[in-house]
T-cell receptor, first 114, second 112 residues
Framework: NAGVTQTPKFRVLKTGQSMTLLCAQD?????MYWYRQDPGMGLRLIHY???????AKGEVPDGYNVSRLKKQNFLLGLESAAPSQTSVYFC?????????????FGPGTRLLVL | EDQVTQSPEALRLQEGESSSLNCSYT??????LFWYRQDPGKGPEFLFT???AGEEKEKERLKATLTKKESFLHITAPKPEDSATYLC?????????????FGKGTSLLVTP
């Protein structure tokens, strides 16, 4: 099992450009999450999904969109990148359906917006 | 006000020098408290989940404990390979999707 994988590992964008970050998991998990991690801020939840075809907003959703067309994939989109979106993005997944489920994280995508 | 506060922000220990990291939380209904380890340039790695006050869990040199207001991660006789950032997160009963609220982490450096 590869667990949670993320592509790309690193990307540089210019302000106004768009891109999609891909998260894939092979553990048949129901729930998936996108977080961003900034120095001095800790991990903050952007969006999450409790199942195929569902998405919901987290703590910092502005400027991002997500889609969960397949159970194993969770996509994070930036329609018009801004320097404030420079960050490290982590995807996580958990089995869901029952309480107290542990989240397992991917290796991260480092994004620099110039 | 932060729901999860970790202290200290940074800790430097000599190899073999035991210590504890603190995670205090203010949530109305705790579903679970999680400890993760994060190495530079990598994603958080799951260590422990604690569900109720009085619960303890151990893994090698690490032991996590939980009270009604805080959790401790005790590190016994640490080695240089224990150097990492340790993250604490809480899962509230009110959080839909079982979302986690993270603290800012404690950066641990263990020197030989």
């Amino acid at each position: 099992n590869a667990g949670v994988t993320q592509t790309p590992k690193f990307r540089v964008l210019k302000t106004g450009q768009s891109m999609t970050l891909l998260c894939a998991q092979d553990m048949n998990h129901e729930y998936m999450y996108w977080y961003r991690q900034d120095p001095g801020m800790g991990l903050r939840l952007i969006h999450y999904s409790v199942g195929e075809g569902t998405t919901a907003k987290g703590e910092v959703p502005d400027g991002y969109n997500v889609s969960r067309l397949k159970k194993q994939n969770f996509l994070l989109g930036l329609e018009s990148a801004a320097p404030s979106q420079t960050s490290v993005y982590f995807c996580a997944s958990s089995p869901g359906l029952v309480s107290r489920e542990t989240q397992y994280f991917g290796p991260g995508t480092r994004l620099l917006v110039l | 006000e932060d729901q999860v506060t970790q202290s200290p922000e940074a800790l430097r220990l000599q190899e073999g020098e035991s210590s504890s990291l603190n995670c205090s939380y203010t949530v109305s209904g705790l579903r679970g408290l999680f400890w993760y380890r994060q190495d530079p340039g990598k994603g958080p790695e799951f260590l422990f989940t604690l569900y109720s006050a009085g619960e303890e869990k151990e893994k090698e040199r690490l032991k996590a404990t939980l009270t009604k207001k805080e959790s401790f991660l005790h590190i016994t006789a640490p080695k240089p390979e224990d150097s990492a950032t340790y993250l604490c997160a809480v899962q509230e009963a009110a959080n839909s999707g079982y979302a986690l609220n993270f603290g800012k982490g404690t950066s641990l450096l263990v020197t030989p």
